[in-house]
RNA sequence: GGCGACGUCGCCAAGUUGGCAAGGCAAGGGUCUGCAAAACCCUCAUCACGAGUUCGAGUCUCGUCGUCGCCUCCA
């Protein structure tokens, strides 16, 4: 069985053939950093993070990389205002953006190129597009040159003359072609500014992804990746200039996650219809968001409300509660019960394998997931042993893993109060015992207020941090 | 105006070789319990609308309405 994922370049589904048998190299569009990141963003690491774990869970060699945009505008004149270093101020938000991602259990890149460390790069490549007439230079500036590439448009479906018409571009006199983009950008005085053959400058934005996937993945890729507002200009223009200059298919497999969408639009930095990842976390946790995304096509727009997400922590607490042990006194489940089980965790590991390989169906994948968690309580319920449980618990940890959801332990957490609690459980139980009703309820009340609750069975009690 | 995507139960949402509509949340009923919680059991949709192709369509075609994205910086 092979891994099918859609191609936004042949808007089909694919089989993945990688490059080098067994190793996948990718590149994903990182953040403009000039500003704290939004969920946005979230999603769309999330995405890719799944993407990833998912390739390596399948045995593939990952080399991920994902960039970031160091010097551009936005930075420039977010530095000016705070009368700030634009290179200490992208410096700050790279930081920021780092532990956002490690807070939302997202697998650092395996390396993360940055604009300004590729200088040298970017260059060599500006020089060549001219030297083979794909760019041309005028008063310092450098502009690809689209009408010499017969496919541009290829990605978004566009022809030269639909753009054209009714597009809101100004148009610059000094560009042949008013879809002809910046490779080079002239620096004003006190901008950050590079050495150039075309004077003093800085690159235009979407030569770095090239420039990056050049020097540090070779001429081809194999997955690209980015969310589906890139598509054009920005991957559009980059397979203009890398396959102009190499002559090679630059990636074999265009991927973009939808938008999500907060109060029915694209949450968005420019127009300030954002959360941050920051304000988010202070609110959820990291894999209520986790499992937002998972529970929905990524190519879709996702709907991020408050309902939305408090579904999510909910859908949480129902996977996590086939983790618990088994029943108090729990004497064995019978074969069948067993059989049963292990039927459904063969069934669930197939599930999870043929949903994941259709273009990463990870909502098909989680339905799955909670067929195994109606079975693992089920034989719980019939008094299964933990050693009964363990196997299909063990796999359902597992899966939920390759999915980035932690899921962990919901029993007694070996933290230090263990024994005290112990003793009051132990205690409201001879209360119980005894028939003092309004003692026992205060217990498991005032332990409730404390983060701990209690489950009562025939056996005896049990309890477990919630 | 151009290009594209989408419209499935109260909410989120899966479902691309057309063949009896996953899963989660919520809701109702029940088992268990001193009460409760949790868990378990049961119930809960003919797929925006209209037409067509077909033995048979959520799944293909056309049209209508609606939503969203891109065409400018954007994950």
Redesign the pocket.
């Known amino acids: 069985m092979a891994i099918?994922l859609?191609n936004t370049l042949t808007?089909?589904?694919e089989e993945l053939e990688t490059i080098e048998p067994g190793k996948v190299r990718m590149y994903v569009?990182?953040?403009?950093v000039y500003s704290k990141a939004?969920v946005?963003?979230a999603?769309?690491?999330m995405v890719f993070d799944i993407i990833r774990r998912y390739l390596e869970y399948r045995g593939y060699d990952v080399r991920y990389l994902m960039n970031f945009?160091d010097v551009?505008?936005?930075i420039i004149m977010r530095a000016n205002q705070n009368g700030q270093d634009p290179f200490e101020l992208a410096e700050m938000y790279i930081h920021d953006y780092e532990q956002d991602l490690s807070n939302l259990n997202i697998k650092p890149a395996t390396f993360n190129p940055r604009a300004t460390q590729e200088m040298g790069q970017i260059l060599e490549m500006i020089s060549g597009l001219i030297e083979k007439g794909f760019a041309y230079a005028v008063d310092g500036d450098v502009y690809f040159r689209v009408t010499k590439d017969d496919d541009y448009g290829k990605l978004?479906?566009?022809?030269l003359e639909?753009?054209q018409?009714?597009?809101?571009?100004n148009i610059d006199e000094r560009k042949e072609h008013p879809?002809d983009?910046a490779l080079w950008k002239s620096s004003k005085p006190g901008e950050p500014e590079w050495e150039s053959p075309w004077g003093k400058g800085r690159p235009g934005?979407h030569i770095e992804c090239s420039a990056m996937n050049l020097h540090h993945n070779g001429e081809q890729i194999d997955i690209h990746?980015?969310?589906?507002?890139?598509?054009?200009?920005?991957h559009e223009n980059e397979i203009a200039q890398t396959e102009s200059l190499t002559g090679k298919t630059f990636a074999r497999y265009w991927v973009?996650?939808?938008?999500?969408?907060l109060g029915?639009?694209?949450?968005?930095?420019?127009t300030g219809n954002l959360i941050t990842i920051e304000e988010f976390l202070s609110k959820y946790s990291a894999n209520a968001l986790r499992f937002?995304v998972l529970?929905?096509?990524y190519?879709?727009?996702?709907?991020f409300?408050d309902?939305?997400l408090?579904?999510?922590e909910?859908?949480l607490?129902?996977l996590q509660?086939?983790l618990?042990p088994a029943l108090p006194g729990a004497k064995g489940a019978t074969e069948d019960a067993l059989k049963i089980l292990n039927d459904q965790e063969t069934a669930t590991k197939e599930n999870f394998v043929a949903?994941m390989d259709?273009?990463f169906?990870s909502?098909?994948a989680?339905?799955?997931?909670?067929?195994l968690?109606?079975v693992i309580?089920?034989t719980?319920?019939f008094s299964a042993t933990d050693s009964e449980l363990q196997g299909a618990q063990e796999t359902l940890r597992e899966l939920c893993n390759v999915l980035g959801l932690s899921i962990t332990e919901v029993n007694q957490s070996g933290s230090n109060a263990d024994s005290f609690i112990d003793l009051l459980v132990e205690l409201r139980t001879k209360l119980?015992q005894e028939?003092q009703?309004?003692f026992?309820?205060l217990i498991?009340d005032r332990l409730k207020d404390l983060g701990v609750?209690?489950?009562?069975?025939?056996e005896g009690s049990s309890w477990r941090w919630s």
């Open positions: 099918k859609y808007r089909k589904k569009c990182g953040p403009t939004h946005g963003h999603m769309s690491a945009t551009d505008d936005k978004s479906g566009r022809k639909d753009m018409a009714g597009s809101r571009i879809m983009f934005w990746g980015g969310g589906n507002d890139l598509i054009f200009p920005h973009h996650n939808g938008m999500l969408q029915g639009e694209k949450m968005s930095k420019s937002t529970n929905s096509g190519r879709s727009p996702l709907t409300t309902e939305v408090g579904q999510s909910k859908a607490e129902r509660s086939a618990r949903s259709d273009d169906n909502a098909g989680l339905g799955g997931l909670f067929d968690v109606r309580n089920q719980r319920t119980r028939k009703w309004s026992g309820d498991r609750t209690l489950e009562d069975s025939k």
